[in-house]
């Protein structure tokens, strides 16, 4: 009788969102007058990934 071993896959998923809104709260934290333009970047961005459905 043969041993048939599981076969065991971890999946990563990075979400490009969510690191998005990490960098731009450090950002704003480091330097608060940037507040506005980080804003918009990420309101673009996100807009454009969900536009385009980029899951990356």
Sequence with gaps: MD???PLLAVVV???LAPA???LA???ILI???LLNYI???Y???VGLID???LHL
């Design 3 to 5: 041993l048939i071993t």
């Design 25 to 27: 709260g450090i950002l």
């Design 20 to 22: 998005m809104a990490l």
């Design 51 to 53: 536009i385009f459905h």
């Design 39 to 41: 804003v918009a970047l």
């Design 43 to 45: 309101l673009i961005l």
């Design 13 to 15: 998923s990075f979400s």
């Design 31 to 33: 330097m608060p007058r």
